[in-house]
């Protein structure tokens, strides 16, 4: 499968606790984009990166939420002392830039649920 | 001025009925509008997308009216099928040359009845 891929699927943590997602993008995609996608809303825009570069972020993005990509491949998305609020479907996605921006692709997410 | 609105939330069709789906932006800047198609579980599929340079774009049974004056745009699907049953979802972006983020509208849940 060379589609975006996503781990863990599903994720159930205390609160308080911190947790760590995994994305990998597709092999010859440089940018990546997470998003946050809360039951019966379309998916927020969270941050994204084009290689190693984390280019924005979104003020839904506090600073208990951390994301990487080191050697410009897959991406973490780690979320510190998490709160109930932060149960959602984490979305990753990934496109090819050069001179112009393609289509993204989706991972098929991480659930989170915090009790 | 950044939000896309979408609607009906919900939808219900009878197989082989048009399904219709609107959306509408206020920022001027867009310059692409994806429509998105997810199943329970999953995570967005790319359905079909339009440029503001047309005002239609047809694929298979999926069809994108695109009116740039009224900022707005809809997604018709015609000749509904149960398989079709899912949420939809439209967005908009400053792609070609910008971050590509999508910011997307609320979601319709659309169930084609057999």
């Known amino acids: 499968d060379t589609g975006v891929s996503q781990d863990p699927r599903h994720k159930i943590t205390k609160r308080g606790q911190n947790v760590t997602f995994r994305c990998d993008p597709i092999s010859e995609h440089n940018r990546l984009y997470w998003y946050r996608q809360t039951l019966g809303q379309g998916p927020e825009f969270l941050t994204y990166?084009?290689?190693?570069?984390?280019?924005?972020k979104s003020r839904l993005l506090s600073d208990r939420f951390s994301a990487e990509r080191p050697k410009g491949s897959f991406s973490t998305l780690e979320i510190q002392r998490t709160e109930q609020g932060d149960s959602a479907m984490y979305l990753c996605?990934?496109?090819?830039?050069?001179?112009?921006?393609?289509?993204?692709?989706f991972g098929q997410g991480t659930r989170l649920t915090v009790v | 001025q950044q939000q896309v609105k979408q609607s009906p939330q919900s939808l219900i069709v009878q197989k082989g009925g048009i399904s219709i789906i609107n959306c509408a932006y206020e920022?001027?800047?867009?310059?692409?509008f994806p429509w998105y198609q997810q199943f329970p579980g999953k995570g967005p599929a790319l359905l079909i997308a339009i440029r503001p340079d047309v005002s239609e774009k047809k694929e298979g049974r999926f069809t994108i009216s695109f009116n740039k004056s009224a900022k707005q745009f809809s997604l018709h699907i015609m000749d509904s099928q149960p398989g079709d049953s899912a949420t939809y979802f439209c967005a908009a972006s400053i792609f070609l040359w910008n971050t590509g983020k999508l910011i997307f509208g609320q979601g319709t849940t659309l169930q084609v009845k057999p």
């Open positions: 996605a990934s496109s090819l830039f050069r001179t112009v921006n393609t289509e993204a692709f």
């Open positions: 990166f084009q290689n190693e570069a984390q280019l924005e």
């Open positions: 920022n001027t800047a867009f310059d692409y």
